[in-house]
C-alpha cells in the first residue's frame, strides 16, 4: 500500500512540475516570427510594398513601403486588416488567408529588411 501512495504521490508531483511546460507548449502567442518564412510569405505582398513610388489607381493612394517597420506595427495592422477592423478590401482579402504565425513570420522579416 505504501508504494503505491509513494508512486502516486511522484506522479501528481511530476504533474505539476510540467504542467507549466505543457501548456506553453501549445501556445505560440508568444513565440517569435521566422523571418525566412516571412520572406516565403511576403511574396504576395511584395507586388505593392514593394515597388518605389507606387500608388494604386483607383481609388488613389500611396502603398506604404514596409521594409524596416516595427514588427509589433505589423503585427497588430494585418490582425485588424484580417477582423476587418481596419478597412481595405484588398488587406483584409489578404490578410485573411494569414494564420498567426504567418503574420509573426511576415513582421518578423520586415523588420529586418532595410527602408
Known sequence: ????????MALICC???SAPAF???????DAPGDAAAGKERFYT????HGIPEYSNAYPTYHV???????????????KAYRSGARKHSTMHAQASSLSDQDIKDIAA???QQKP
Open 45 to 48: 505582398c511584395v507586388g505593392c
Open 64 to 78: 506604404p513601403k514596409l521594409a524596416g517597420q516595427h514588427a509589433t506595427y505589423i503585427v497588430s495592422a494585418l
Open 1 to 8: 500500500m505504501q508504494s503505491w501512495r509513494k508512486a502516486l
Open 109 to 111: 522579416y520586415l523588420s
Open 23 to 29: 501548456a506553453q507548449s501549445g501556445d505560440n502567442a
Open 15 to 17: 504533474a505539476f512540475v
